[in-house]
């Protein structure tokens, strides 16, 4: 990347993060009620716990971004 990294790059960054996540999150639920339809149920529970983890990483990323506008402006 060779763009200067400023307050709105950073936020666009950090905004498609989260929405590249939620793509993720939906496709692990949708996976893992397969997984335990077909019976894999210890795969099925990892699956959902990989999900929560990257909901965790989408609420540090919000903070993150939430935090670019509770501090002052660089360059």
């Given at each position: ?5 400023n ?10 993060w989260?929405?590249h ?12 009620e ?12 990892d699956?959902l ?27």
């Amino acid at each position: 990347m060779t763009e200067e990294l400023n307050h709105d790059n950073l936020s666009h960054l950090i905004e498609h993060w989260i929405e590249h996540n939620d793509s993720h999150i939906k496709s692990f639920k949708e996976w893992a009620e397969k997984a335990k339809k077909d019976g894999f149920l210890e795969a099925s529970e990892d699956i959902l716990e990989a999900a929560s983890k990257v909901e965790e990483s989408n609420k540090l990323l919000d903070k993150a971004r939430e935090g670019l506008f509770h501090t002052h402006n660089h360059k």
